[in-house]
């Protein structure tokens, strides 16, 4: 089995490389300069990445990225995507390599006769921008809120998955396309590198959190987010979208976890301001911030949300681990790698 992944170094796509070497596949990831030793060492070093790994270049503003690679492979996994909140040109930076990327990896699966199934790397981000309480979100449910001014990741989500569904049903292309929705991915790191959600951990450590907020979040292990991916390429039941989400956690059981768990030294919060008048003061002082986190906040401040997971769970066989436990290992880890200071 020879499975094509985007974006290999990626925090999600790393731990997925992983496990397809531990299944026995041939890899062949591609990262923006496979030359570039520092960012790309931590994955050859990977059990079983001297005999099947190969790294390929591929960026996703080039059109023809992916068109050399997909040829020979049996599976697709397309996971590479900007993840950051807050960009200069939310159009040029965000939504075109994620639409612009996804596109050109489906074109150059869909002139291959050997590939069986694509599966995209989504976020809950193309199925909601503003939970709503009141409502349990399922893979029926769209984000239609997202623009390039509100929430413009959560936008570059929403238009590639869309772009995705759109092109596999007019191409009708010989495979079939699986999508999988994770909600904020936290855990251990393969790399250095420090991911845009494992930074809310760091943030939360390194003092950067003046209060504790009425934020909600709903969580997932990356080594759940990888297995799901593992799974949904070869499984039979695999159709459609995958919400791909453990459990919640308010800001404030987050950090009462830490702090609980030997982290009581660092810079937790623990001024409350997880009440209505804390969120209105924290909505107004959202103004001070970059659009990315002001829209964020405008949008999830006292929401909590709901969501469905059992897709996931009885069609891909996923069981997800225990969640507090991730949240004190991605503490560990990010001590460990160097964004928190020694306990
Ligand atoms: P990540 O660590 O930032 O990985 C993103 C990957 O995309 C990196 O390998 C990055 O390459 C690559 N990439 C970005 N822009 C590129 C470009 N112009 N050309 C080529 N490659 C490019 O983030 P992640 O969390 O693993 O995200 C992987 C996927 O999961 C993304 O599609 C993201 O939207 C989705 N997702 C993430 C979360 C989460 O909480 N982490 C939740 C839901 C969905 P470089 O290493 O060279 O920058």
């Not at 591609?30 to 059990?47: I, M, Y």
């Not at 397309?78 to 040029?92: E, G, I």
């Not at 396309?177 to 420090?194: A, C, D, R």
Request: hydrophobic share 40%.
């Amino acid at each position: 089995m020879r499975t094509l992944i985007s974006g290999a170094t990626g925090f999600i796509a790393s731990h997925t490389v992983e496990k397809l070497l531990a299944e026995g596949h041939e890899v062949v990831g591609t990262v923006r300069d496979p030359s570039d030793a520092e960012k790309t060492e931590f994955l050859r070093k990977l059990p079983g990445a001297a005999e099947r790994l190969t790294l390929v270049a591929a960026n996703l503003n080039d059109p023809r990225a992916f068109a050399d690679y997909t040829g020979d492979a049996d599976y697709v996994i397309h996971a590479a995507s900007p993840y950051v909140l807050t960009v200069k040109d939310a159009q040029r930076d965000l939504v075109d390599p994620a639409v612009n990327g996804t596109l050109s990896m489906l074109r150059a699966c869909a002139t291959s006769k050997r590939i069986k199934r694509v599966v995209v790397t989504s976020s809950v981000a193309a199925i909601t921008d503003e939970p709503d309480t009141s409502q349990i979100l399922d893979e029926a449910d769209w984000n239609d809120r997202s623009t390039l001014s509100r929430n413009p990741y959560y936008y570059s989500k929403v238009c590639a998955e869309r772009a995705a569904w759109k092109f596999a049903e007019d191409a009708n292309p010989g495979w079939d396309l699986v999508v999988i929705n994770p909600f904020t991915v936290i855990g251990p790191s393969k790399s250095v590198s420090l991911n845009t959600s494992n930074q809310v951990i760091a943030d939360l450590l390194n003092g950067k959190y003046p209060a504790i907020m009425d934020l909600t979040l709903g969580l997932v292990d990356v080594r759940d987010v990888a297995e799901a991916h593992v799974q949904a390429l070869a499984s039979d039941r695999a159709k459609g979208r995958y919400i791909c989400a453990h459990d919640l956690r308010t800001v404030r059981q987050i950090a009462g976890l830490l702090k609980s768990s030997g982290f009581d030294n660092a810079r937790l919060p623990s001024l409350g301001l997880d009440t209505r008048l804390g969120s209105a003061l924290i909505h107004l002082a959202a103004w001070l911030q970059p659009s990315g986190v002001r829209t964020y906040l405008h949008s999830h401040l006292g929401r909590v949300p709901r969501f469905d997971n059992s897709k996931i769970r009885e069609h891909l066989g996923v069981t997800f681990r225990d969640l507090d436990r991730s949240i004190v290992e991605t503490a560990e880890d990010l001590v460990r790698w160097g964004h928190v200071p020694e306990r």
